[in-house]
């Protein structure tokens, strides 16, 4: 009888906001009564399937990251790269050292979509249970006429709609599949621009790894500007009753 994987969360969180402005990064700034971080980890706690939560933090973050998850178990931190791409690499690294094995799954995700649910997370995990060999991330198509502009905004094209997804996150991966890619990767030396996969669906499809999209149930939406906030706090209300929260109270540390 086979062991079913074990399920591993990998949330990038080393940004600074310049883009979303105010004092603290956004991953930090307050979201109905948490800070915006919490909602992830706690989303994927809730799971029993999660083995444990790697968070790679950017520098100086220490004291904010502590307060963010104060009460939390199972949830162990490394230092964020300069990009991306290097902040993932050095999760990955981590959690292969805290024992995470080959053949268990990776999701990584973004600390600023706090409004990830366990439907979603369960959807690709189970696609990885079915086929391990391929990475996985949810997304949507897209149903806007979609155009290429310069950087003046004048069009400069057309793209098709039918083939173009937004992609989101987590994109989920059997670690050793996805370490393997990123270990590639990282020997090209690549400079952050043009050149840099923009997320790890880019990293795992140029290391020769079929990938595929899944249309998640729930709203995702990415914290970017701080108009975003409005919407995403009046979403995580309603969420927060939601029973995939239910056994969180294992997970959390005795007073």
Sequence with gaps: MSIQP?????????????????????????LAGKPTIRWSIEAFLALEETAGVMVAIGAGQDA??????????????TSGGATRQESVHRGLEALAKAGATPEDVVMIHDAARPLIHSRDIHQVYAALLRDSARGYALGFPQSDA??????????????????????????????????VAHRALATQGLTPG??????????????????????PAHVNIKLTEQTDTVAIEELLRV?????????LARRMKAA
């Design 194 to 215: 043009e050149d840099s996969p923009s997320d790890d669906l880019a990293v795992a499809t140029r290391g020769g790894v079929a990938c595929a999209l899944i249309r």
């Design 64 to 77: 904010p990251f502590a307060q963010a998850t104060a009460g939390l178990a199972d949830v162990m931190t």
């Design 239 to 247: 969420r927060a009753t939601d029973s995939a929260m239910s056994g």
């Design 146 to 179: 979609l155009k290429h502009a310069g950087a003046d905004g004048l069009v400069q094209g057309e793209r098709i709609r039918k083939e173009t997804w937004a992609v989101q996150t987590p994109q989920g991966f059997a670690l050793g599949v996805i370490l």
């Design 6 to 30: 074990r399920l591993w969360a990998l949330i990038v969180a080393g940004g600074t906001g310049t883009r979303f402005g105010g004092q603290v990064p956004k991953q930090y700034v307050d």
